[in-house]
């Protein structure tokens, strides 16, 4: 079987680079799957690249959420794409529509994948957004060459068909072309959150340590159960959080779950510096993901995400290189500062807990 080979980004620019190389290489395909897509410079470069090897006969397809991308809903870029060669299709509405009931149950569902897949050889993912305000936030992203990217494609293939109102059968199980590589998804389905499942199981058989970075934290009871039981049994458990985000109420709720967190032996640190954006879990050194999810639970339980996870070593190595250079540029929260916080962050974390569960 081929060997999947893989190269890590921490820098938005060289992901980008790379995307952009590879688009001007495809000669078969291009598919790009976007939860931010925003009309700038560096989304204009990647649309020409684009379109000029859809003149060239390849074909490219675009799927951006409507939410995320929500500068260009309702506009005339579809339009203008397919006259390109282009095809793009927008992921849901920004408003459901009042004449279907079932609009109201899933709208809220989002597409927060961000997929490039060329020629069904080569992969990109993780936590990269198309727009240049995001340039210098601390991101993690990963390109992939070989079986891995095969189960990458098929994935779109399914996303393309549901963002056009398809009827799709439903996937019992993952399919993992590579023993060590695994591309899982996230459903906002019945028994469609493979990843979510995959992320806590990992947890619980956790025996050395856990690394995790994220850039939202708002765990559902079930997943900080099972990190307070992970530190309680003596596993060392780390946190890279950011200081603050782009999403301040956010950041708020993230921090009604530091008592209990930090009471049960848990380490946090917050990150100082350009926004941390990435999306890295190391367990062991046997174990690791990196991908879209973050750890919230619009993203565990309402949100379609994928990851890649493997049991590589080599792999794991690597990004537990990176999360221990990122944890020279944090400040640790210890238990006795975070009692001493003052009385007006601890009443507005109270009532934050009557709402955190929806965000």
Same mark, same amino acid.
């Given at each position: 079987m081929?060997e999947?080979l893989?190269k890590?980004? =921490?820098?938005?620019?060289?992901a980008w680079?790379a995307m952009l190389?590879?688009?001007?290489d495809?000669k078969?395909?291009?598919e790009?799957?976007?939860?931010?897509?925003v009309s700038?410079d560096?989304?204009?470069q990647l649309?020409?690249?684009?379109?000029e090897r859809?003149?060239a006969?390849?074909k490219?397809?675009f799927?951006?959420?409507?939410a995320g991308?929500?500068?260009?809903?309702?506009s005339?870029?579809a339009?203008?794409?397919k006259k390109?060669?282009?095809?793009?299709?927008?992921f849901?509405t920004?408003l459901?529509s009042f004449?279907?009931?079932?609009?109201?149950? $899933?709208w809220f569902?989002?597409?927060?994948?961000?997929?490039?897949?060329?020629? +069904?050889m080569?992969?990109?993912?993780?936590s990269i957004?198309v727009?240049?305000?995001?340039?210098?936030?601390r991101?993690?992203?990963?390109?992939?060459?070989g079986?891995v990217?095969?189960d990458?494609?098929?994935?779109?293939?399914?996303?393309w068909d549901?963002?056009?109102?398809?009827?799709?059968?439903?996937v019992?199980?993952?399919i993992?072309?590579d023993p060590e590589?695994?591309?899982v998804?996230?459903?906002?389905?019945?028994?469609?959150?493979?990843?979510?499942h995959?992320v806590?199981?990992?947890?619980? $058989?956790a025996?050395k340590y856990?690394c995790? !970075? !994220?850039?939202?934290?708002?765990?559902?009871?079930?997943?900080?159960?099972?990190l307070?039981?992970?530190?309680?049994r003596?596993?060392?458990?780390k946190?890279i959080l950011?200081k603050e =985000?782009?999403?301040?109420?956010?950041?708020?709720?993230?921090? =009604?779950?530091?008592n209990?967190l930090?009471s049960?032996?848990?380490k946090i640190?917050l990150?100082?510096?350009?926004?941390?954006?990435?999306?890295t879990?190391?367990?062991? +050194?046997?174990? $690791?993901?990196?991908?879209?999810?973050?750890?919230?639970s619009?993203?565990?339980l309402?949100?379609f995400?994928?990851?890649?996870?493997?049991t590589?070593k080599?792999?794991?190595?690597e990004?537990t290189s990176?999360?221990?250079?990122?944890?020279?540029?944090t400040?640790?929260? =210890?238990l006795?500062?975070w009692?001493r916080r003052y009385?007006?962050?601890?009443?507005?974390?109270?009532?934050l807990r009557?709402v955190?569960d929806?965000?």
């Amino acid at each position: 079987m081929q060997e999947t080979l893989w190269k890590l980004y =921490t820098s938005n620019t060289e992901a980008w680079e790379a995307m952009l190389s590879a688009c001007r290489d495809a000669k078969e395909s291009i598919e790009l799957e976007q939860f931010i897509f925003v009309s700038d410079d560096f989304s204009k470069q990647l649309i020409d690249v684009c379109a000029e090897r859809a003149q060239a006969g390849v074909k490219v397809r675009f799927i951006w959420d409507a939410a995320g991308s929500f500068s260009f809903f309702g506009s005339g870029i579809a339009e203008n794409l397919k006259k390109r060669g282009v095809e793009l299709v927008f992921f849901k509405t920004l408003l459901p529509s009042f004449l279907k009931v079932h609009d109201y149950r $899933s709208w809220f569902f989002r597409n927060h994948r961000r997929n490039l897949v060329v020629d +069904g050889m080569v992969g990109f993912t993780g936590s990269i957004c198309v727009s240049e305000k995001m340039q210098s936030w601390r991101d993690s992203n990963v390109r992939l060459a070989g079986p891995v990217v095969h189960d990458m494609q098929r994935s779109f293939e399914r996303m393309w068909d549901r963002a056009q109102g398809k009827k799709l059968r439903k996937v019992k199980k993952l399919i993992q072309s590579d023993p060590e590589f695994a591309y899982v998804t996230n459903n906002p389905l019945p028994r469609g959150r493979f990843l979510y499942h995959q992320v806590t199981t990992a947890l619980t $058989s956790a025996q050395k340590y856990i690394c995790i !970075t !994220t850039p939202y934290f708002v765990p559902t009871r079930r997943l900080a159960r099972v990190l307070k039981a992970a530190a309680e049994r003596g596993v060392d458990v780390k946190i890279i959080l950011p200081k603050e =985000t782009d999403h301040p109420v956010v950041d708020m709720c993230s921090k =009604t779950f530091f008592n209990s967190l930090l009471s049960s032996g848990v380490k946090i640190y917050l990150y100082e510096g350009e926004i941390l954006h990435a999306k890295t879990l190391i367990i062991d +050194g046997t174990w $690791s993901t990196i991908g879209t999810q973050n750890l919230d639970s619009i993203s565990l339980l309402y949100n379609f995400e994928a990851n890649i996870i493997s049991t590589n070593k080599v792999f794991a190595e690597e990004l537990t290189s990176h999360f221990m250079e990122d944890l020279k540029h944090t400040q640790e929260v =210890t238990l006795a500062e975070w009692k001493r916080r003052y009385w007006v962050e601890k009443f507005a974390g109270f009532f934050l807990r009557f709402v955190r569960d929806l965000l």
